[in-house]
């Protein structure tokens, strides 16, 4: 019975910033690997960000330098700071905890 839910997506235009949250009730949060995918039309979801137990991030190539995935244990939450969009950073964003269904992702529309 454990789920997330992606929350903050919207319309912004280029440039401009987001943050999206997850929330999640899964008890082991704290020492998961947890990270942001996303998909937009006509492609596959991809891994868009990751941080790990001890803070460690990843990041795809694209959004490196723009984006910024963190973490708060006590919530069990994950966010993604997202700066300096681009339309092609257009996508329904989903939230990636291990073992938990995915949810249903919140959608980022950035227009020119």
């Known amino acids: 019975q454990v789920q997330l839910v992606e929350s903050g997506g919207g319309l912004v235009h280029s440039g401009g910033s987001l943050r999206l949250s997850c929330v999640t009730s899964?008890?082991?949060?704290?020492?998961?690997?947890m990270g942001w995918y996303r998909q937009a039309t006509g492609k596959q979801r991809e891994m868009v960000a990751s941080?790990?137990?001890?803070?460690?991030?990843n990041y795809a190539d694209s959004v490196k330098g723009r984006f910024t995935i963190s973490r708060d244990n006590a919530k069990k939450m994950v966010y993604l700071q997202m700066n300096s969009l681009k339309p092609e950073d257009t996508a329904v964003y989903y939230c990636?905890?291990?073992?938990?269904?995915w949810g249903q992702g919140t959608q980022v529309t950035v227009s020119s």
């Open positions: 899964k008890s082991s949060f704290s020492v998961q690997t």
């Open positions: 941080i790990s137990s001890d803070g460690t991030t």
């Open positions: 990636d905890v291990p073992y938990v269904p």
